[in-house]
């Protein structure tokens, strides 16, 4: 079943303390590399507040215009690549983090929705004590996200990704485990559900970026996923940040992000994108 912050570890701790913050600097970590040929983030790239419906119910999500950085593109309206961005445990607690994130990869050329997937449950955290029975549903809604996603103007159906931190990465792993239209992983410090693990699917390029530390979701998850993909073939970086916990800081933020954006752009550009088969 679900192993992430939840099962065993977040239960834990959920019952002995605080409930854990999955995550935020790990968001914030999308905004904090140096890109040349990436326009400065602005505060101009503003969201839409759009709605997809997901077992019957009303799910948000933050859509952030691509820019485009040419007249001529916008003006034919171009087709671009789209990303799901997916939020860890905590929620909307650091929606701002998790924003700055999204215009961040707006301005790089990216459509972004941040999609509020616990609104299909109507919680604004996890709830530990349902994770397991509540992860299938999140899972349907980040599904029906990728349809939604794929069916907007101006999004190429053949450039998606998901970025997902902790929670968000399991729940990418998921989607794409049976959505061929998913052609990248950014995982940050997320788990390969057990279920998943054990059935072995095909999943698309990933980028795996981990603390060696982390005592959320041990390093063993990343090794595990990377030999996964190692024994499929599927293209995958790994990047292990020896002393970082669950939320990369310092220069292993700058990093991660640098990796970041180097591979979304070799695996959602347009070359990319018709070269691309389908997992199988």
């Known amino acids: 079943m679900v192993t992430d912050v939840g099962a065993r570890s977040a239960a834990f701790r959920a019952a002995n303390r605080p409930p854990v913050h999955v995550l935020e600097p790990g968001a914030a970590a999308l905004v904090r590399a140096p890109q040349p040929h990436r326009p400065a983030v602005s505060k ?47 929620g909307l607690t650091y929606a701002e983090g998790y924003r700055l994130a999204a215009r961040t990869l707006a301005a790089s050329g990216y459509h972004v929705a941040f999609v509020h997937y616990l609104d299909r449950t109507g919680d604004r955290r996890v709830a530990y004590g349902r994770l397991r029975q509540d992860f299938p549903l999140w899972t349907e809604t980040v599904r029906d996200g990728v349809n939604w996603l794929a069916a907007q103007p101006g999004v190429d159906p053949h450039r998606l990704g998901i970025v997902g931190i902790s929670l968000g990465a399991a729940l990418a792993f998921a989607t794409a485990a049976v959505e061929p239209r998913v052609r990248a992983i950014v995982d940050y410090s997320g788990p390969l559900p057990d279920e998943l693990a054990r059935q072995r699917p095909r999943l698309p390029p990933t980028l795996i970026l981990h603390g060696g530390s982390d005592p959320i979701v041990p390093v063993s998850h990343a090794r595990a996923l990377e ?11 790994v990047q292990v940040y020896q002393g970082q916990g669950h939320s990369l800081t310092g220069a292993a933020q700058f990093d991660a992000a640098a990796r970041a954006a180097r591979f979304l752009q070799q695996h959602l550009q347009p070359a990319a994108a018709e070269g691309c088969s389908a997992p199988a």
């Open 44 to 90: 101009d790239i503003e969201p839409s507040m759009q709605h997809f419906k997901s077992g019957g119910q009303q799910v948000a999500a933050e859509w952030f215009a691509a820019f485009t950085g040419s007249v001529a593109d916008a003006r034919a309206g171009t087709a671009r690549p789209a990303l799901l961005l997916l939020h860890g445990a905590d």
């Open 227 to 237: 030999q996964l993909l190692h024994e499929q073939g599927t293209p995958h970086e």
